[in-house]
């Protein structure tokens, strides 16, 4: 490279030095290759200033980029990994405005399959057309940046990050442009233990309405927004036409039924009894779905976006959508009094709810209605509801037909006996300001288990369908109890006196039967807990594992492919299998089907923890008014340090340390779940009701903590066995006051 000559350089030479440079270039090594006075520092600095401002050059940390360019060693994140396994990446920071980021090519040697998803520290290098990422460094989420949020104490700037179990502040020595009040992304500076932060990102307020789920978004590295060519393939895709050769089921009253705040229709069902003599008091049923597969093609920008995404992510004030929302809300939506393209599972079931046959064509449908959870059953029940907008003939024709045809699935489900664990959803209702209206558990009817009965039903068709073509199948597989989990349910429910032998064969029905001897017992909520920490969690593969949990032997996902990737696969098997036209699945999708199973089973992962995250936000929110009040509480989890409670009714955990119970010893019995009091006995117990006052709640962390009422009602003692000096599993875990 030619030495640059001394003195202040221009704009173009500082863009050419900046393209030169082997290495990251900040304002030093600018200074010191053009040989700068101190003077002509002060004036540099306002050089790169303006040309900032004209967007002429970036910078990550101290260094300079060229504005649509690539830093020379950046933090890259993996968006797309082909079937032949290349992996392509994106800058995680990228500030050109109307400038698409590109994408890099990773060069991996050795260093072990990436996936969607990944961080990695990588050297940049342009060529030809495209750009070259070198790995040097694999980076843990969250390893670098910290999402956090800036406050002002002492004449200082301090970063709390957003993280509950992170209860460090790191002072800021950069704002970047941030001021106190914001949500930011910032990298740590200097050495343990003496880290301080360099915000990287303004967010903007964290408490702003609708602001809790970006929180999310953005420390989970989410895609929420869509590359220019995805939305115009989009555009292009929803006006081609329905296809020759479909089915015409418009004639049929298929309604979608639906949650009230429904932002997308996958599905929608019709049944009527059956025909048939050889299938007398049977019913034949429909179970349409939107033929995403017809609009979504393999290798399209729209399937690379999906597969990134792997599944719509849903927050109680917006939807992350895997597809962009022409398809998804729109032409793919299965919506009231519009022809859709759908893919069509026709079921035949036997009067006892069996399966007696199915077939899958593609057809085009024309919804009846797009009815509400709670309509359809207000109509059902014949309860006076004036929201329930649809006539007497509709509930004649649809909807009693359909209750009729599901009491038959709903004997056959108790047959099966799969799990039952009746676990509460929480409900946010926000108003139109995105303001808190309410936190509540959501009602689960007889209209919900319909919809899922119907939608189990066409999975199980869907695998057997495959299974039958020997055609590649992406399972939805749970597996049975690990053997250490099931060893550690023994001992605590021999705690409650209940007797579990690990020598019998463990189905669900067995989990059922535990909870049925304590359906009425206050210990059923921690006991129904237990029994779900004691499953596997589900994931996608080709290979058939089983549905534990539902009791099933072949089960895939069909029902949803608007917002799951993993149906869409299904489909495209399907269309193949079936021969139903374009947009099957292809010989490299069947070859990578297990590496998809893996991709999208952590994507899902991420999704499930990013809602879960984000209700505890609007759950803190939502109780921060109700600081220094004392609520009703139960216990839903015990540890050494303390234990965590949850506000009847509303949700959230918060922390109640060992440390603020007291003078007395605690001993933490594992096999229990209990921490009990050496000296009195005083028991605090999984699934224990008490009384606690609240006295913080953090909106940004989701986080919440209690502490004891003084002067309130004791909790349970234990049986106190006297002993001589202190066994060695007591530890001292009060604070002596």
């Given at each position: ?19 030169s ?55 890259l994140?993996v ?15 990228w ?46 989420r ?20 957003v ?10 020595i ?25 915000v990287t ?14 929180i ?10 869509f ?184 004997r ?23 303001r ?11 209209a ?30 749970h597996?049975?109890p ?103 699945l ?91 009091g050496?000296?009195?006995g005083t ?55």
């Amino acid at each position: 490279m030619k030495k640059p000559q001394p003195g202040l350089p221009s704009e173009r030479q500082i863009l050419d030095f900046i393209a030169s440079a082997d290495a990251p270039v900040g304002k030093r090594e600018i200074a010191r290759a053009f040989g700068l006075s101190a003077q002509e520092k002060i004036a540099l600095k306002a050089r790169l200033k303006d040309m900032a401002d004209q967007g002429l050059i970036d910078h990550q940390g101290r260094a300079f980029h060229q504005m649509g360019g690539v830093p020379k060693v950046t933090v890259l994140r993996v968006v797309d990994v082909t079937d032949d396994g290349i992996a392509w990446a994106v800058p995680e920071r990228w500030e050109a405005e109307g400038v698409p980021p590109p994408k890099l090519r990773v060069r991996e040697r050795g260093r072990g399959a990436l996936g969607i998803g990944d961080r990695l520290l990588a050297r940049t290098e342009e060529a030809g057309q495209g750009w070259i990422a070198h790995p040097m460094k694999r980076l843990a989420r969250g390893e670098e940046l910290i999402l956090g949020v800036l406050r002002e104490e002492g004449g200082r700037i301090w970063l709390q990050g957003v993280e509950k179990k992170e209860r460090r502040e790191f002072p800021v020595i950069d704002l970047g442009g941030a001021a106190p009040g914001d949500l930011v992304l910032a990298e740590k500076a200097g050495r343990p233990p003496r880290f301080s932060a360099r915000v990287t990102e303004r967010l903007g307020d964290p408490f702003a309405p609708r602001s809790f789920s970006m929180i999310a978004v953005h420390k989970h590295g989410i895609p929420h927004v869509f590359a220019p060519e995805t939305i115009e393939e989009a555009h292009s895709v929803a006006r081609q036409p329905l296809g020759e050769g479909r089915e015409d089921l418009r004639h049929l009253p298929i309604v979608a039924i639906d949650p009230a705040d429904a932002r997308d229709h996958d599905d929608a069902v019709w049944a009527a009894p059956d025909d048939d003599p050889d299938n007398a008091g049977g019913w034949r049923a429909v179970v349409a779905i939107a033929d995403v597969s017809f609009y979504v093609r393999p290798g399209s920008s729209l399937d690379r976006e999906a597969r990134q995404r792997g599944n719509s992510v849903y927050f109680p004030d917006r939807v992350v959508p895997m597809l962009p929302e022409e398809l998804s809300a729109d032409i793919s939506s299965l919506k009231e009094g519009a022809d859709r393209a759908a893919l069509v599972c026709h079921l035949q079931i036997g009067k006892a709810g069996a399966l007696k046959g199915f077939r899958f064509t593609r057809a085009v449908v024309r919804i009846r209605a797009n009815i509400a959870y709670e309509e359809a059953q207000a109509a059902i029940n014949a309860d006076a509801a004036p929201a329930f907008k649809w006539d007497a003939a509709l509930v004649d024709e649809a909807l009693k037909p359909l209750w009729a045809c599901w009491r038959a699935l709903d004997r056959a489900r108790a047959k099966r006996a799969p799990l039952e664990l009746d676990l509460p959803e929480r409900r946010v209702v926000l108003d139109e300001k995105g303001r808190i209206l309410s936190v509540a558990p959501r009602e689960r009817l007889d209209a919900h288990r319909l919809i899922e009965d119907f939608m189990i039903a066409a999975n199980v068709a869907a695998a057997k369908a495959l299974e039958a073509k020997k055609a590649p199948v992406m399972y939805r597989d749970h597996e049975p109890p690990a053997r250490e989990k099931l060893v550690a349910l023994k001992e605590f429910l021999k705690t409650h006196g209940i007797e579990f032998a690990l020598g019998q064969v463990i189905r669900p029905a067995t989990f059922n039967a535990i909870l049925d001897k304590v359906a009425e017992s206050d210990s059923r909520p921690q006991i129904m807990e237990q029994v779900l920490r004691s499953q596997t969690q589900a994931y996608y593969a080709p290979a058939n594992m089983g549905h534990f949990g539902l009791a099933l032997g072949s089960y895939a996902h069909f029902t949803s492919p608007i917002r799951r990737y993993a149906d869409l696969i299904v489909h495209r098997a399907l269309v193949s299998a079936y021969r139903l036209g374009e947009g099957g699945l292809t010989e490299g999708e069947a070859a990578a089907m297990e590496r998809i199973g893996e991709s999208i089973s952590m994507l899902e992962r991420r999704a499930m923890e990013a809602e879960r995250e984000t209700i505890d936000r609007y759950v803190a929110a939502y109780l921060a008014e109700h600081v220094d009040q004392v609520l009703q509480t139960r216990i839903t989890g015990v540890q050494s340090f303390g234990f965590f409670a949850t506000v009847e009714g509303v949700g959230g955990d918060g922390l109640v340390s060992v440390r603020d119970l007291g003078r007395e010893y605690f001993r933490y019995d594992e096999a229990a779940r209990a921490l009990i009091g050496e000296e009195t006995g005083t028991r605090y117990e999984s699934g224990q009701k008490l009384e606690l006052r609240l006295v913080e709640a953090n909106p940004v962390s989701g986080a919440l903590r209690f502490e004891l009422v003084e002067g309130g009602a004791p909790p349970p003692r234990a049986r106190i066995v006297k002993r001589r000096g202190r066994p060695a599993n007591i530890r001292h875990q009060g604070r002596r006051r």
